[in-house]
């Protein structure tokens, strides 16, 4: 475990190297570009409100940019290296299939926290400049982003070891992102459906993240992120991870 830390710091680093190098700082600038654009709407659009419409419009904002970056990267980056022979270089040293994987995706997740501090400097600075604080709670929605980010991530890497493409990836992992945010509705339906038809629903669902648990920023929710959304974000991303490891083992590399 000791000589593969090296290995999985490595790749990690790598990893986040390549995905800052590209597209990286246009992204922000079309951020900000949008962010700004949409503080001035706020201000005609919404006299009274403008301080919450400009906060929850910058974190989904946040959020989504984050997400599409992330998804881009976690979809292509084992594609392209298996394309370019890359993978192969790597495996013929001694390399652990599981290190090497742990550093792919932990050097998504270095990338993704990075956005989310300078997206999240950017917005903040755009609600100091129109006279607004700090929001409530804001770093525990970042937080919960990082969440969701951290589970759909996983399973889009365990999802590109036996995709075709990067976009039949992209297509099922935002299925899967869709869906994980209207779980809870989608299982109050199975719970009231009778007979097999409620039974196939409900077992389906829990093939499916319930990502409205790290939603800090809903009306109604804890202005924390509980124990319970921490577990269900470790146990998703360790089975993706798991699963993702038992795909990469089973190719010929």
């Avoid at 590209?22 to 403008?50: I, P």
């Avoid at 319970?228 to 089975?239: D, E, G, H, I, R």
Wanted: hydrophobic residues 60%; positive net charge.
């Amino acid at each position: 475990m000791r000589r593969a830390a090296p290995v999985v710091l490595s790749v990690a680093l790598n990893s986040f190297s390549e995905s800052v190098r590209n597209r990286f700082f246009t992204l922000f600038a079309v951020f900000a570009f949008t962010a700004v654009y949409a503080s001035v709407l706020a201000g005609v659009m919404a006299v009274d409100q403008e301080a919450r419409l400009l906060a929850d419009f910058g974190l989904a904002l946040i959020e989504l940019t984050a997400l599409a970056y992330a998804l881009f990267g976690a979809s292509s980056s084992l594609l392209r290296e298996a394309e370019t022979k890359t993978i192969y270089l790597v495996f013929s040293r001694p390399v652990p299939r599981w290190a090497y994987l742990a550093g792919k995706f932990c050097g998504s997740m270095l990338t993704a926290a990075l956005m989310l501090a300078v997206m999240a400097l950017l917005h903040l600075s755009l609600l100091y400049f129109r006279g607004f604080g700090v929001p409530e709670a804001y770093g525990w929605a970042l937080f919960g982003t990082f969440l969701k980010l951290s589970v759909i991530v996983s399973f889009a890497f365990f999802v590109s070891l036996f995709s075709t493409s990067a976009v039949s990836t992209l297509v099922i992992s935002a299925i899967m992102w869709t869906l994980g945010h209207f779980a809870s509705e989608a299982r109050f339906l199975a719970e009231q459906s009778a007979g097999l038809k409620g039974f196939l629903l409900g077992a389906l669902l829990w093939l499916v993240p319930n990502l409205q648990l790290f939603n800090v920023r809903d009306a109604g929710a804890a202005l924390a992120i509980g124990p319970s959304a921490l577990f269900s974000a470790a146990a998703w991303t360790l089975s993706s991870y798991l699963g993702a490891l038992w795909l990469l083992s089973r190719k010929e590399f």
